[in-house]
């Protein structure tokens, strides 16, 4: 009786234990990809900017004189 006993007793905790890791193997995560940022040259230096050169910039051209006029529907009449 006691031999039973001490089975029993085995059993129910190997149940108990062993009960939730079926339930849990059937559950995968996701594989999840991590992609590394591409490589960077830390290695070699680049060059420095220029500042801007002190020369002054070409003067525009005068703006020509627009003819006058006014616009009747499509047409252009000059006035």
Do not use: W
């Not at 960077?40 to 801007?52: T, V």
């Amino acid at each position: 009786m006691k031999t039973n006993a001490v089975r029993f007793a085995a059993g129910l905790v190997f149940f108990i234990v062993g009960a939730p890791f079926p339930a849990c193997g059937q559950f995968i995560y996701p594989p999840v990809f991590v992609v590394p940022p591409p490589a960077q040259d830390y290695g070699s230096p680049r060059p420095a900017s220029r500042p801007p050169l002190d020369q002054p910039k070409p003067a525009d051209p005068p703006a020509q004189a627009k003819p006058a006029g006014h616009y009747e529907g499509r047409r252009y009449v000059p006035d």
